[in-house]
């Protein structure tokens, strides 16, 4: 709440908090209003439903992974729609029509890639690899997309604003095209959470409870990609977010998968609007890409995590 | 009664050379030089030699204008025709020869930090290295008040870069992976902070740092590849001193120790000679990745991993360099592909595969 009160009190333009705080109450200037209703609530709303859907995959993507590092950035998801993205508006597509849709299937490529390659090699059992396998699969996805742009600069044009990851500048249009997606993988993570805390337990503890681990780590899949494709189509690709929110989560919850996905609703937005305030302040009166943002929070988690002595284990 | 001795062989009979190997006697005492040379690697750094030398004869005569071999060879001699002469000596001469230096000095400097590292993992780019010298480079673009040379300010961040990994890491001997994680941390902060740069910036100051952003070895200054390439000659005789330590330091700490290894000064001299060597490289040609994983990985698995192969490391990484750039040029002319995405789409793969094809346990 504080944070979204922030975001809709601060920021640029020539309105002030207490300006702000009258738009609020249904007065102020047209002007004022304008700012708050127009430009700065949907993109606070639009963080809320970035980070919290950002939040949400990465806690998933690490319990069904068991890999407190695996996260749909580092792990190519992002990078996977964005390239999807980018084909199809090379193909004709403008950004507007179509881009969740690709955006998801996108992910759900890189998705599949990413947990198919960590339990088919066993990757899975060592955080440190498969985050560089997934770094190895952003760069190769991100030297594929740079090139297609290369021939076509309609595309890059389009594209050269989302690729950084922002929530400036979105509107409510984009946050309704996803909602019937998201709220599909919001009935999915509710179906799941039970089971997926047992498989938490182990592949024979799951199946004794009556559990089918593969059918489990399939609806993860499809979950997962429906909210980063989601989120990216929105925002563009935002990596470290789902990183940092589950290890908040965790470190407040314990390991308990269902209440970290609880604690994951007002974390993710916590981190994502909290990014977004900030990066509106800190370069005033311009702004910086969040993306930019969360890579300066995320990273030092990540070092955090991997020089706790032991990687905690999922 | 004769109690003579049974003849003891005199010191200066020294042993045959070993299976697959030649001694090279540099002086005819006892005491004086004398070398062992492994005949593989001999027949390896020639071959790939001449490859380097036919990717490079390549590069120049192909392009928008077509040169024959023959012609080129004129054109560099400096006969033939005026049209030419100008395209290779004034156009593509200065790409190809920082393309040599560039592609050298990654993949040595690559060699080098694997070897320290003791994980095959660990090359500049993965650690971040890169984006650091990059960021600064930018930020020296960017930025009025700073005087410093782009070049200069390359080789301070690929230092500082280094020295928070090792520090967060703590050290790079016995925790090669600590160090890269450590590494991949740095380098998406680095990488955060040049777009933080670029986009505070008119538009103009952030299209002249833009070039530093991309690997790309259009249109680079002759001043810095000749910086490069003194760096280069003296980073190689370097290494090759450090050779005979670094081979020792294959094995466990306690091996190197117990052989009499220094290990601090041996690894400190490594990490000097691979930083500069990035540094340089970054300041000519931006960040390229992936050739400092390549060119060590296909030297080692032509010298059948026998040693450290620096030298081949070096050659094979020139040859990645010039045919990556060439590659970029004429795929799809008239557009031209920046030879860091070329690296790219070859080598991204080739790690994943590396990733995913090994074992956990073998790191090297």
Not at chain 2, 313 to 321: K, P, Q, R
């Amino acid at each position: 709440m504080g944070v979204c009160l922030a975001s809709l009190l601060l920021g640029a333009g020539s309105v002030s908090p207490a300006d702000a705080i009258q738009v609020l109450a249904g007065q102020g200037s047209d002007e004022a209003r304008f700012i708050v209703t127009e430009l700065r609530l949907p993109r606070t709303l639009v963080g809320l439903a970035v980070g919290i859907a950002l939040g949400i995959a990465g806690a998933l993507m690490q319990s069904v992974a068991r890999n407190p590092l695996a996260e749909p950035g580092l792990l190519g998801i992002s990078a996977g729609s964005a390239f999807a993205v980018a084909v199809a508006l090379v193909l004709g597509a403008s950004a507007a029509t179509l881009t969740v849709a690709v955006a998801q299937f996108g992910a759900l490529c890189g998705c599949l890639f990413a947990l198919g390659a960590a339990r088919l090699q066993g990757v899975g059992n060592d955080p440190i690899r498969l985050v560089l396998a997934g770094a190895a699969l952003s760069s190769l996805l991100i030297a594929l997309t740079s090139l297609l742009l290369l021939f076509d600069e309609r595309a890059a044009d389009e594209i050269r604003f989302w690729v950084t990851g922002s929530v400036a500048g979105r509107n409510l249009d984009s946050l309704m095209r996803v909602i019937p997606s998201f709220s599909v993988a919001a009935l999915i993570t509710l179906l799941i959470a039970r089971p997926l805390a047992s498989l938490a337990l182990g592949e024979r503890v799951a199946v004794g409870l009556g559990h089918r681990p593969g059918r489990i780590r399939l609806l993860v899949v499809i979950a997962v990609a429906l909210l980063v494709g989601g989120a990216t189509a929105m925002a563009g690709p935002i990596v470290f977010v789902g990183l940092v929110v589950p290890f908040a989560a965790r470190a407040l919850a314990g390991p308990d998968i269902r209440r970290t996905l609880w604690l994951c609703l007002p974390i993710g937005p916590i981190v994502v609007i909290g990014a977004d305030v900030l990066s509106r302040l800190i370069a005033a009166p311009t702004e910086l890409p969040l993306g930019v943002l969360t890579a300066l929070i995320g990273a030092p988690v990540l070092l955090a995590i991997v020089r706790a002595r032991r990687l905690p284990s999922l | 009664m004769d109690l003579s001795h049974p003849v003891m062989p005199r010191p200066t009979d020294r042993p045959p050379a070993p299976d697959g190997y030649w001694r090279l006697r540099l002086s005819t005492t006892a005491r004086g030089w004398n070398l062992l040379l492994d005949k593989r690697s001999v027949a390896v750094n020639g071959v790939l030699l001449i490859v380097l030398i036919v990717a490079a004869l390549a590069s120049l005569s192909l392009g928008t204008v077509k040169l024959s071999p023959l012609e080129t060879l004129h054109a560099l001699m400096g006969q033939g025709a005026t049209m030419s002469q100008f395209v290779v000596q004034e156009l593509r001469l200065q790409r190809v020869l920082a393309g040599i230096a560039t592609g050298a000095a990654l993949a040595l400097s690559g060699c080098l930090m694997q070897t320290l590292a003791r994980n095959r993992l660990a090359t500049p780019g993965i650690i971040g290295i890169d984006n650091a010298a990059t960021a600064f480079a930018v930020a020296s673009v960017v930025s009025a008040g700073i005087a410093i040379a782009p070049s200069a300010m390359s080789l301070a961040g690929a230092a500082t870069a280094t020295a928070l990994a090792f520090g967060l890491a703590g050290g790079s001997g016995t925790r090669g992976y600590r160090f890269i994680v450590a590494g991949l941390g740095i380098g998406a902060v680095a990488g955060a902070v040049t777009q933080v740069m670029l986009s505070r910036v008119a538009i103009d100051t952030a299209n002249a740092a833009y070039p530093w952003t991309v690997g790309s070895l259009n249109a680079r200054e002759p001043l810095s590849t000749a910086i490069l390439g003194a760096g280069l000659a003296l980073g190689l005789m370097g290494a090759i001193y450090l050779g005979r330590y670094l081979r020792i330091l294959q094995f466990s700490d306690q091996v190197a120790v117990g052989l009499g290894i220094r290990l601090r000064q041996v690894r400190f001299a490594g990490l000097f000679l691979s930083v500069v060597l990035t540094g340089l490289a970054v300041a000519v040609a931006g960040p390229v990745g992936m050739v400092a994983l390549l060119g060590p990985e296909a030297a080692r698995a032509l010298c059948r991993y026998r040693g450290v192969p620096l030298l081949a490391s070096a050659l094979a990484g020139a040859i990645v360099m010039v045919l990556a750039d060439l590659t970029g040029r004429i795929m799809l002319a008239p557009i031209e592909i920046p030879v860091g995405i070329v690296t790219a789409i070859v080598g991204s793969p080739y790690l994943l595969w590396i990733l995913l094809r090994r074992s956990p346990r073998s790191h090297l």
